[in-house]
């Protein structure tokens, strides 16, 4: 398909380990945002990148989280040491540009489940 | 900085009921607005924008208009659906990196 595509569609991990998540945008879209989707927070911004260069990481919740884009394409966002508080839906979406009038497109996400 | 307020549900209609979803925004200079929705256990999709004040974004027959002097985009359909159910988001993109900002959801339920 076209759309954007997220791997893994579910994860569940132990408090303490390492995941990556992964993020293949529309083609030729050259801005990718990650969200994150949880129950009390609602839908959150976390990270822009245009390009391969991220701008803006001001959502970002700590030092444990980082993300970056190869090739002005796939992105990978990446928890380390994780934690409970970790657990939501983490949302891909790309556009075509950063215009403010340019809609996004979201992936279905990754359901992240820390035990 | 930028926020979304929609009002809180669950919304529960009738099928051929008229809907509305109020959703009011605060936000620095000229964003354009958007409505999503989720429907249960699929990804956000953009169902309508709006991109300058008085335009009306339209699709599968609701529609929202963009009213600068009250700050709102509500959602209207005329006749709802069983099908409609799901969760509908408001959000908006101002300057900078376009960062969306969205409201917190609000779920509709259509029974037959």
């Known amino acids: 398909g076209a759309g954007v595509s997220q791997s893994p569609s579910n994860k569940v991990t132990e408090k303490g380990k390492d995941v990556e998540l992964r993020c293949d945008p529309i083609?030729?879209?050259?801005?990718l945002y990650w969200y994150r989707q949880s129950l009390g927070q609602g839908l959150e911004f976390l990270i822009y990148f245009q390009g391969n260069s991220a701008p803006d990481k001001s959502g970002l919740p700590s030092d444990r989280f980082s993300a970056e884009r190869t090739g002005g394409s796939v992105s990978t966002l990446t928890i380390q040491r994780t934690q409970q508080e970790d657990s939501a839906v983490y949302l891909c979406?790309?556009?075509?540009?950063?215009?403010?009038?340019?809609?996004?497109?979201f992936g279905d996400g990754t359901r992240l489940s820390i035990l | 900085g930028d926020s979304v307020t929609q009002m809180e549900g669950p919304v529960t209609l009738s099928e051929e009921a008229f809907l509305t979803i109020n959703c009011t925004y605060t936000a620095t200079g000229y964003p354009s607005l958007f409505w999503y929705v989720q429907y249960p256990g699929e990804g956000l999709q953009l169902l309508l924008k709006a991109t300058k004040a008085d335009d009306k974004g339209s699709n599968k027959g609701f529609e929202a208009t963009y009213r600068k002097e009250t700050t709102s985009f509500h959602l209207e359909k005329g006749s709802v659906q069983v099908s409609d159910s799901a969760v509908y988001f408001c959000?908006?993109?101002?300057?900078?990196?376009?960062?969306?900002?969205f409201g917190k959801g609000t779920m509709l339920l259509v029974s037959p």
């Open positions: 959000a908006l993109s101002g300057s900078g990196y376009s960062t969306l900002t």
């Open positions: 979406a790309s556009s075509l540009d950063r215009g403010i009038s340019q809609p996004q497109h």
């Open positions: 083609s030729g879209h050259t801005a």
